[in-house]
């Protein structure tokens, strides 16, 4: 009666509007103050020890390294670099933007800052050389969703806190995953801009056009190498690379190229802090309905379900991808991961899947969320900066979807493209 009590409350007051933050708090408060003899003390207890990790420092870091340079002039450059490599293929505007999506991640760690940096710009130049905007908007959203899986990653930051993973390990094991999510989306690019008619740039470039464009993207590309190399190599951890990464962006948008005012900078220090503002009290109150739910032992309870389904890894893997992919239709994925996490890992645990590995397919999952409604929060970022509706955007949108549960199956059963590569780094 009370996990129904406590899911029933969660889910209307989602579906009525509530912030997704509060509609945990107020679950987690009705079946503690209703069912239970707990200090309703539990919940702020959490909270405050759910948020007091010093791993969870990167995110609001990341999140401010991903602003500054997405109105700092990297973004731009990496665009234009892209472009000028392989705007020229048949679709070359779609291969640029998915191109640039796939560096983007590698730097902001989220999807909506991903598909709103890159599709801000390249949206109208695609809808310039003959691209229909509602295909324009449709490839941003899902490119954007490589963000969360290219590390650095601000969704692994939270796998990795919640369930002692390493989140080193996890940001390896993104890697690989992340650019087979490009490549799939390219792919599905190519296939319809030969059924729609969508062409590429005229002629190719010149050895000089691709130099020229090189020296002036630089210092842009060279943000990736710096963060990701840094982590790698051991020389700083996933946290202080995010500090890293505000200090670099910083210089690269000032300094360097010299397109950020003082003005700029203010705003993105106030946007990521009220961005970061929403995800904080978010890990916050899913940490105390996590620890509700650890209490009453429904993560065993629902394991033990799940195994009595079917015996086969195989299908029981498929069954945790059906029902992930439907809960990132309805939800954000961080309460998701701080929620699912501690509840399914047993269960893959028993499919043969490591930690890491089960760590990229959940959020793998999540991630096409944000290309599915109603919840796809990227697609409301691409509709807030294109113009055009979901529904529009749907017809496109499937294409991608279709590709990229295809990574997410190749994801799931081969623990090579995960695992495999984080044991070769590691040695």
Do not use: H
């Not at 590390?151 to 930051?157: A, C, E, I, Q």
């Not at 630089?218 to 995010?242: D, K, N, Q, S």
């Amino acid at each position: 009666m009370q996990i129904l009590v406590l899911f029933g409350v969660f889910l209307i007051t989602v579906f009525i509007g509530v912030p997704i933050g509060y509609s945990i708090a107020l679950a987690t408060l009705v079946v503690l103050a209703g069912f239970t003899n707990t200090p309703l003390a539990m919940i702020t207890q959490n909270c405050v020890s759910g948020v007091n990790s010093f791993s969870l420092m990167a995110i609001p870091f990341f999140i401010l390294a991903g602003n500054l340079m997405s109105t700092g002039g990297v973004a731009k450059r990496i665009v234009n670099f892209a472009d000028t490599c392989i705007g020229w293929i048949t679709g070359g505007l779609s291969l640029v933007t998915t191109a640039a999506c796939m560096f983007f991640a590698a730097i902001s760690g989220s999807a909506m800052a991903t598909c709103s940096a890159v599709g801000a710009i390249m949206i109208p130049e695609m809808e310039k050389k003959g691209y229909p905007r509602p295909f324009s908007a449709a490839l941003a959203a899902s490119a954007g969703s490589i963000g969360v899986i290219i590390p650095p990653s601000v969704p692994f930051v939270i796998y990795g806190v919640v369930t002692g993973t390493s989140i080193g390990d996890m940001f390896i094991a993104g890697f690989l995953p992340g650019i087979m999510m490009g490549i799939a989306i390219m792919i599905a690019c190519v296939v319809m801009s030969k059924k729609y008619g969508y062409q590429g740039a005229s002629s190719k470039p010149t050895g000089r056009d691709v130099w020229i464009s090189f020296k002036d993207a630089f210092w842009a590309l060279l943000a990736p190498v710096i963060i990701l190399g840094g982590i790698y190599a051991g020389i700083f951890t996933p946290t202080e690379a995010a500090v890293v990464a505000v200090i670099y962006s910083i210089f690269a948008s000032v300094v360097i190229y010299r397109e950020m005012t003082l003005k700029q900078l203010y705003a993105a220090f106030v946007d990521s802090v009220r961005l970061n503002g929403n995800i904080v009290f978010m890990v916050g109150t899913a940490t105390a309905f996590a620890s509700y739910l650890s209490l009453k032992q429904i993560p065993v309870l629902i394991a033990a379900f799940l195994t009595s389904l079917t015996s086969n890894p195989i299908i029981l893997m498929l069954i945790i991808n059906v029902f992930l992919l439907f809960v990132g239709c309805l939800m954000d994925n961080i309460p998701a991961t701080i929620i699912l996490s501690p509840i399914l890992l047993p269960v893959a645990l028993e499919c043969g899947l490591s930690a890491v590995q089960f760590g990229v397919v959940l959020t793998m999952n999540l991630a096409i969320g944000f290309v599915t409604p109603p919840y796809g929060s990227n697609l409301f970022v691409a509709t807030s900066i294109s113009g055009v509706k979901i529904e529009a955007m749907l017809k496109y949108v499937l294409w991608f979807i279709g590709a990229l549960l295809v990574v997410l199956m190749l994801t799931t059963y081969v623990p090579f493209f995960t695992q495999g590569i984080v044991e070769i780094i590691n040695g």
